[in-house]
């Protein structure tokens, strides 16, 4: 009974390359994220998405396209992969609602070469 | 010992001693703050929480202290076990747009703990 899964766990792609990285939660949230962890286990904020509208967009390059085709779902789309992008996409989800934790997936990790 | 530098800090301690991990947090305004614990290979998991009208929560072995004079959160783990390791997040629910707030996540520090 996973809560948050997204789906591949490991992606090994060539610079250029399209990718999506799958997301969903069964937790009956109405928010969900996208985090970007980075090779220093920074984890920072990409997308906030609540009931399939965007609320946050954390300064995040336009390669990144989140796409929320209803609430249980959050899928993150990459154009023209860099070597930057190189990292651990973590999805998350929780109630909009103020002070509520939020429950994560077990990460994507994203290799370009 | 703790260090700190270009590398993740670390926390190395020995089984059945008790740790403690600090944060340092960045909003005044912020009031709702979480533990978070990752192991390798996985996502964050809640450890425990604390709203900003409290100075300390007791969980299972777990304690959180809030001093929010000097924007400051730790964690205590009481007789640490090899399981414990693993790297842990303070986060502060953070408003971002009007009416919605989002966790933002500190540096992060490994624990280590050797039978």
């Known amino acids: 009974d996973t809560a948050v899964s997204q789906t591949p766990k490991y992606l090994v792609t060539q610079m250029g390359n399209d990718k999506s990285i799958k997301c969903e939660q069964n937790l009956g949230h109405d928010t969900m994220y996208w985090y970007k962890q980075d090779s220093k286990k920074f984890l920072k904020i990409m997308f906030s998405y609540n009931n399939k509208e965007l609320i946050i967009n954390e300064t995040v390059p336009n390669r990144f396209s989140p796409k929320s085709p209803d609430k249980a779902h959050l899928n993150l789309h990459i154009n023209s992969l860099e070597l930057g992008d190189s990292a651990v996409y973590f999805c998350a989800s929780s109630l909009i609602q103020e002070n509520t934790e939020a429950f994560f997936g077990q990460g994507t990790r994203l290799t370009v070469v | 010992g703790e260090s700190v530098g270009l590398h993740l800090p670390t926390l190395s301690v020995q089984e059945g001693d008790n740790s403690i991990i600090n944060c340092a947090y960045s909003?005044?305004?912020?009031?709702?703050f979480i533990w978070y614990k990752q192991e390798s290979g996985k996502g964050p998991q809640f450890i425990i929480d604390i709203r900003s009208n409290m100075d300390k929560r007791q969980g299972q072995r777990v304690t959180v202290l809030l001093n929010k004079t000097v924007k400051h959160l730790s964690l205590q783990i009481a007789a640490t076990q090899p399981g414990d390791s693993a790297v842990y997040f303070c986060?502060?629910?953070?408003?971002?747009?009007?009416?919605?707030?989002?966790?933002?996540f500190g540096k992060g520090t490994m624990l280590l703990v050797s039978p």
């Open positions: 986060a502060e629910n953070k408003e971002v747009n009007s009416g919605y707030s989002t966790l933002t």
């Open positions: 909003n005044s305004a912020s009031d709702y």
